[in-house]
T-cell receptor, first 113, second 113 residues
Framework: NAGVMQNPRHLVRRRGQEARLRCSPV?????VYWYRQLPEEGLKFMVY????????ESGMPKERFSAEFPKEGPSILRIQQVVRGDSAAYFC???????????FGQGTRLTVV | SQQGEEDPQALSIQEGENATMNCSYK?????LQWYRQNSGRGLVHLIL?????REKHSGRLRVTLDTSKKSSSLLITASRAADTASYFC?????????????FGKGTLLTVNP
C-alpha cells in the first residue's frame, strides 16, 4: 500500500527552464494539496485539487505556475521560466476526503541555478 | 495570512521531560491536526482533533483544543531524543467542497540525551 509518491526527489533547473513536479496520491485518494516550504519555514499552501478540478489556487502565483490532477495519472505542478526565488521544497499531500488526515510525500527539492 | 501560529518557535529540553507546544488560529475550523517533520523529510500526521472535541490522546501525545480561545496545545510526555523534529499545527477550514489545510510555521523541538 504505497504512500504519496513524489518525483523527482531533487530537481536542478537553470533560470528560464521549466520544472515539472509529479505527485501520485495514495490509491483511492481524490484530494491533492501542494505546498511550498522554504528553509527554516513552515508550509505555504499553494493549490488544492480534486480529481480534474482546481478547488482552491489562492496560494499559487498567477504567473508561471499551474497545477493539474487529471482523471488518470499523477498530479503535476508546473513552473515555467523558473527563477532563483522558486528554489524550495515542494510537498504534495493527499486525503481520501475532507475532514481527514493528509498523507504527505517526501517532497521535491527544486534548485534553480 | 498564516492561520495557525505555533509557540514557541524553538524548544530545547532534556530526555524524559515533557514538551508542550501551542497553536493559535484565527477563523472557525472543522478540525485541527498536528504533524511532525524530521529535517529534510516529509510530514507525518500525528493526531487530528475535531472542533467538537476538547482533548485527545495517542500514546505519549496529548492534544487539547479550546475553540473559544482558538488555541490548541500538543503535549509530548517522557520525551526521547528521537522526538527531535519540527512540529506543525494545521487547521482545516471548509467552504462548500473546499477542505483547505493551513499550516503554521512550526516549533522546532530538540530533545537532548
Amino acid at each position: 500500500n504505497a504512500g504519496v509518491m513524489q518525483n523527482p526527489r531533487h530537481l536542478v533547473r537553470r533560470r528560464g527552464q521549466e520544472a515539472r513536479l509529479r505527485c501520485s496520491p495514495v490509491k483511492g485518494h481524490s484530494h491533492v494539496y501542494w505546498y511550498r516550504q522554504l528553509p527554516e519555514e513552515g508550509l505555504k499552501f499553494m493549490v488544492y485539487l480534486q480529481k480534474e478540478n482546481i478547488i482552491d489556487e489562492s496560494g499559487m502565483p498567477k504567473e508561471r505556475f499551474s497545477a493539474e490532477f487529471p482523471k488518470e495519472g499523477p498530479s503535476i505542478l508546473r513552473i515555467q521560466q523558473v527563477v532563483r526565488g522558486d528554489s524550495a521544497a515542494y510537498f504534495c499531500a493527499s486525503s481520501p476526503l475532507g475532514g481527514t488526515e493528509a498523507f504527505f510525500g517526501q517532497g521535491t527539492r527544486l534548485t534553480v541555478v | 495570512s498564516q492561520q495557525g501560529e505555533e509557540d514557541p518557535q524553538a524548544l530545547s529540553i532534556q530526555e524524559g521531560e515533557n514538551a508542550t507546544m501551542n497553536c493559535s488560529y484565527k477563523t472557525s475550523i472543522n478540525n485541527l491536526q498536528w504533524y511532525r517533520q524530521n529535517s529534510g523529510r516529509g510530514l507525518v500526521h500525528l493526531i487530528l482533533i475535531r472542533s467538537n472535541e476538547r482533548e485527545k490522546h495517542s500514546g505519549r501525545l496529548r492534544v487539547t483544543l479550546d475553540t473559544s480561545k482558538k488555541s490548541s496545545s500538543l503535549l509530548i510526555t517522557a520525551s526521547r531524543a528521537a522526538d527531535t523534529a519540527s512540529y506543525f499545527c494545521a487547521t482545516e477550514t471548509s467552504g462548500g467542497s473546499n477542505y483547505k489545510l493551513t499550516f503554521g510555521k512550526g516549533t522546532l523541538l530538540t530533545v537532548n540525551p
